[in-house]
């Protein structure tokens, strides 16, 4: 059982340098404690997901470039999220129109090589079955 995760939820990537808010359209119809609620299809980058702030992957082309050019010294570039597949884990008995609600305990794959994860809920009382 985990915390749905709502417009407003903080989330921190492995190789991102700072925790932005996740937004979440009210496509779903859901809301808990007034905020729409985030489903395991709510992976749209710059919508749903947002930057976070610099990435240190090198597997992100900006951060090779510019560590090329800083002769091996590790230089974040400019965080760009590709999110690979959906949310999971997710509750899957708790249902939205979209599907299954994402949780705080729901992670997101991102093409570079990090792990997006949710790191706050801003309510903690709607909990999932």
Sequence with gaps: MGFMATTGSLAKCSFGMAPMPLTF?????????GMPVGACTDCIPFLN???????????NPTTA??????LGVLTPGPCIPVPVGMWIPTAPTTMVMT?????????LPCAYGGMISISVVPQMVAQTA
């Design 65 to 70: 470039a510019l560590t090329a050019a800083a």
């Design 49 to 59: 997901v947002p930057p976070f702030a610099l990435c240190t992957s090198l597997c």
């Design 99 to 107: 599907g299954p609600v994402i949780t705080n305990s729901s992670m």
């Design 25 to 33: 359209l009210p496509t779903s119809m859901t809301m808990a404690c």
